[in-house]
């Protein structure tokens, strides 16, 4: 069976796509993990055989829904999990805004991560029911103890102890509120949800306020910590620059971009954040946690977010800095082993978390259920190969011609792919290892990079 993973945000959803390429090319099927345009194109002109095409969403705009319907022309059948569902505090926006009746018709199956999603789903979309499965995801299997060992053999190119701050601001961000419109606007979005226009504007003004909360907050505990620094994680769409400016002069902050958030969590002593998915991941891991809910963020519409109920509440910068100095004490004695056994109620309705099974096991397993012969032609790497090279030429050529002609002038590069990094083979490498170490999978897996977006993972 031939299975094509999509990544778009690398740093969020590469590790858990080797987990699922690894689990499945043990089981003898072929992966290929790869940004939107290779597995698309790919298959809707026949350079690649069909196969499961296994996406990050479903929210209807007319492209996706005729590029699902030119996939499933060509044999492929279609499945998601939402990689921003957990990011909802209120399920009812997210089956409203993240799905519609066109695409779900379209898949072969849906996952859930949760009751709470998997419920709401099935009940919205009950003619079609059948299609969700609650199978949790598989990025919170990498939050497991099972997996601590993975993000120990990490490479850190930090080694003083560090208090992780997690942000999930558009302050830092590449693109302008005009430009978000403009892309909302032609993927039709304000047709589907009309509030939105409304919404984005709150939103970054919001943003903008709770960002100098934040450099100050961030601030006094660089001049007033007991020995520790601070890591500053920019959410993957925020442009690193931006906030090196904003902490220029202090020494101690670190505004690091590079590698999985969840590394970053894992080898910190403690998180800090104000209404951010991470406050889940940490929590998961058993991960001591701060979350700022001073007075002048609870005086807007962020504090009202399910991630503000876990952990220490600071009220204010001196509570802040006595809460996080407790925590960096603390974890100097700590030998506590992890049990998942402890992780909250109410992240549980979030996270269907199985002690027996890992959700990427679960979804293999309906992809084979719901596969059939069509999907299983080995794919031919010469003419892959060939293809991408010949997608780069085409490409190459239009952005010579468009920086000839001066009245359709664009920067040279804009398809770029920004979210989705060059893929470091020697290291992919390394981390399939390591999770066939932790899985005590003894079958020989083979990677090869066939472009810096695209790999193809299978057993020999």
Known sequence: MNIYLHVEISVRELDSKLLLATLAAAKGHEVLVSDIEVIEKGLSRGWLPPGIFHTKSLTFTNSKYNRHKALIS????????????????????????RYSIETIEQSDAIFGWGDEDFSLLKNDYQNYSNKFYKTGSPRADLWKPIFSEYWNKTNLEFDKPYLLVSSNMT?????????????????GYFEKIPDLFKREFIKRSDDYFKAIVFIEAIKYLSKHNNGYDIVFRPHPTEKADNWKTFFKGVSNVHVIHEGSLTKWINKSFAVMHHGCTAALEATVMQKPLATYVASELRNHFLNDNFANQFGHKAKSKEDLLQIINN?????????????????????LKKLYIDKNELAAEKIIKIWEKIADKKISNSINL?????????????RLIGNILKKLSVSRFEKIGSKQNKKFEPIDIGRVNDNISKIQKILKIDKKIECKLISERTILIKSI
């Open 327 to 347: 925590l960096f004490s603390e974890s100097k004695n700590i030998t506590k082993k992890k049990d998942e056994h402890l992780i909250d109620s109410e992240i």
């Open 382 to 394: 010469i003419k892959l190969k060939f293809f991408i090279f010949k997608m780069k030429t085409n």
């Open 74 to 97: 060509s044999g492929t059948k279609i499945t998601s999990i939402d990689e921003e569902a957990v990011n909802y505090h209120f399920y009812q926006k997210l089956s409203k805004e």
């Open 171 to 187: 302050t830092g961000s590449d693109k302008s509120l005009g430009d978000l419109i403009k892309d909302y606007f032609n993927a």
